[in-house]
């Protein structure tokens, strides 16, 4: 076996390579801990997720000034400037009423933003509020909360989304509602899995001997321990409401029509001469949409990767 | 293993008939009732309010709450959906000329993306750190992060509208009448919609068996001198199966919202594409029908998981 391994040398690998450039660095002296935080230094060596925040901050930056950014209202109808084609001065051209596309994709993104946010935030509040209590708790609160969610979760999702927006009708605050109302399940289950499995240790324990009251240790001493996958739960389920905000609207069924989102936007692209004629309408927005829930979505993965020691590789 | 069967059962059907009755208090609190749907409004207008009454006394819609669900409980269980109220179509007849286009195009979907999705989950797992697995992790990324429709719309005008390859939308013409003839409208919207599935599947897939190949089994394996295929595709691949393919059972709730809004995009005659002009013309008893009808596909493909599972995996069944 040993004549073998000296015979065939083992073939170099990435971590090869790796440790060879920490070497070297150790034996400059150069090898210091950078100091500050584990869990930051780690997201900020996550080559995606730094990528990740570079393009969220920036398409974020760009939609909160976007009156610095560009001279346009992004509601004004110019009919004499229906359906341009990008130009220095409508850098993504027009559409079909003479509206400035690039004001529109930046105060759009407002919304758009505001809307995957919004709910994503609301819907862990009452995912967290529920879950962390009655996963500590436990008894018939545990398996009431359990079966309230396994209904609404037991409905694909968009369907419960339009059934609620037919029933409610179509406004902004209704869709943030409807979205907080289905989204909320995902990361009440999480909570309750993570209570489940601290009330076991022995500082929940040696809290209880104390005699704290329920609410005290579940919201102070347990959700602490959790705060890491609440943080990931967020950003991933931010990405998937602004694709359900899209998708909505792109079908006319989400955001009014009057204000602009992003979705609201590709909306005239189920007109097939607008999407064969008209290609500025809706690939750059698209586009957009697409490298913001992509940042997002890598900007999660760098959490997960940084706060949850388990999830290596 | 029949008890278990039988105790997922029982849990299921309470669980079934909160759901039902929940879509019914949807439906009552919804604007308008059966008569206000049957009568055209000029007439209603002029009906004087006596005679409106009859007519709601008649059809029952006097009679107290409990009362009318359990009459529409009644129907629904003996396959009575009711009417919807554009037309006054039978809701039964809309779901039968419906549901075949929507199982064509989830069925290929579902097939397409599972093969694929396990596939490159293996390439990348046994990759693991190359750049062949980097690649995949970001493709996956944007599979998953590209809102569904847009790949649709960029489809269509790459592969229908530019090169005219394929049809621009539509399950088919009057003159064909084979599968085969059919085949061409169904290539675009089935890949769009596994596009999605995949990325999914293939993440999944991924650290499954990664999460396999690093237990103990694999070393024996190893160690007795197998050759690495096989270790990697007859013990390792085995055994990550079983996530999978809960995940694949899983992915039923995405596959119906995936495919509402894929067969607006390419107007695929479906269910989904059924729902949206409902939603969008406020038929709501086809709108709850429908939904209804997801959730049902939705709980009994999570029974079949369940025992699915407790079938490759007997520590599940011993667990409980």
């Known amino acids: 076996m040993t004549e073998s391994a000296i015979a065939k040398p083992r073939r170099r690998t990435r971590l090869d390579a790796q440790f060879d450039r920490i070497r070297a660095r150790e034996e400059a002296g150069l090898a210091k801990s950078r100091g500050g935080s584990r869990t930051l230094n780690k997201f900020l060596n996550n080559r995606l997720a730094v990528i990740g925040l570079i393009i969220f901050s920036v398409i974020l930056l760009a939609s909160l000034f976007a009156p610095l950014l560009t001279p346009y209202d992004p509601n004004k109808i110019g009919l004499r400037d229906m359906l341009q084609s990008p130009s220095w001065e409508h850098w993504f051209g027009t559409d079909r009423t003479g509206r400035d596309l690039f004001s529109r994709v930046l105060y759009g993104g407002r919304v758009s933003i505001l809307v995957g946010l919004g709910s994503a935030i609301f819907a862990a509040i009452i995912g967290v509020l529920i879950g962390v209590y009655t996963g500590y708790v436990g008894g018939w609160l545990d398996t009431l909360a359990m079966r309230v969610s396994e209904i609404f979760m037991s409905f694909p999702q968009i369907i419960l989304v339009l059934m609620l927006v037919s029933i409610l009708g179509q406004s902004l605050v209704n869709l943030i509602l409807i979205f907080t109302l289905t989204g909320w399940g995902g990361i009440y289950r999480m909570c309750r899995a993570r209570m489940l499995s601290l009330r076991e240790e022995e500082y929940v324990l040696a809290l209880r001997s104390f005699g704290l009251s329920r609410p005290l240790i579940a919201y102070k001493h347990m959700l602490p321990n959790a705060l890491g996958p609440i943080m990931v739960n967020i950003t991933l389920s931010t990405a998937a409401f602004i694709l359900q905000e899209a998708g909505l609207s792109f079908l006319g069924l989400g955001v009014p029509l009057s204000i602009p989102t992003w979705g609201n936007i590709l909306n005239v692209a189920q007109d097939i001469r607008v999407l064969q004629t008209n290609w500025w309408i809706w690939l750059p927005v698209g586009t957009v949409i697409s490298l913001f829930v992509l940042s997002v979505n890598f900007i999660g993965d760098g959490l997960r990767d940084a706060t949850d020691p388990t999830q290596q590789g | ?320």
């Open chain 2, 1 to 320: 293993m029949l008890t278990y069967i039988i105790r997922r059962v029982l849990i299921l059907i309470p669980m079934a008939f909160v759901i039902c009755f929940l879509v019914y208090c949807g439906l009552e609190l919804t604007p308008g009732d059966a008569v206000s749907h049957m009568i055209n409004p000029d007439a209603l207008g002029s009906m004087d309010p006596a005679q409106i009454e009859a007519l709601r006394q008649s059809l029952g819609l006097g009679q107290p709450f409990y009362v009318r669900f359990w009459s529409w409980f009644s129907n629904l269980i003996q396959g009575n959906f009711g009417f919807s109220t554009n037309g006054g179509v039978p809701i039964a007849n809309i779901i039968a000329t419906r549901l075949p286009a929507t199982l064509e195009l989830a069925s290929v979907a579902l097939i397409f993306s599972t093969v694929i999705g396990c596939l490159l989950g293996i390439l990348s797992a046994l990759s693991r750190g190359s750049k062949a697995d980097g690649a995949l992790t970001v493709v996956g990324m944007l599979g998953v992060s590209i809102p569904e429709f847009f790949f649709g719309l960029v489809a269509i005008l790459v592969f229908a509208l530019n090169l005219g390859w394929f049809p621009v939308g539509g399950r088919s013409m009057p003159s064909y009448v084979t599968l085969w003839d059919r085949l061409p409208h169904l290539v675009l919207p089935s890949m769009v919609l596994s596009i999605m599935l995949t990325a999914g599947v293939m993440r999944y897939a991924r650290s499954s068996m990664l999460d396999a190949l690093s237990r103990d089994f694999i070393k024996t394996a190893r160690s007795k001198g197998l050759p690495e295929w096989r270790v990697n595709l007859l013990h390792g691949f085995r055994v990550a199966l079983t996530p999978v393919v809960v995940l694949i059972g899983f992915r039923l709730p995405v596959l119906i919202g995936g495919s509402v809004i894929i067969e607006q995009v390419f107007q695929w005659p479906g269910i989904g594409n059924e729902f949206i002009s409902a939603v969008r013309s406020q038929d709501y008893p086809v709108v709850m029908t429908i939904a209804l009808l997801s959730v049902m596909a939705v709980l009994v493909a999570s029974l079949i998981v369940d025992v699915l599972t407790a079938l490759i995996d007997p520590r599940v069944r011993l667990g409980e």
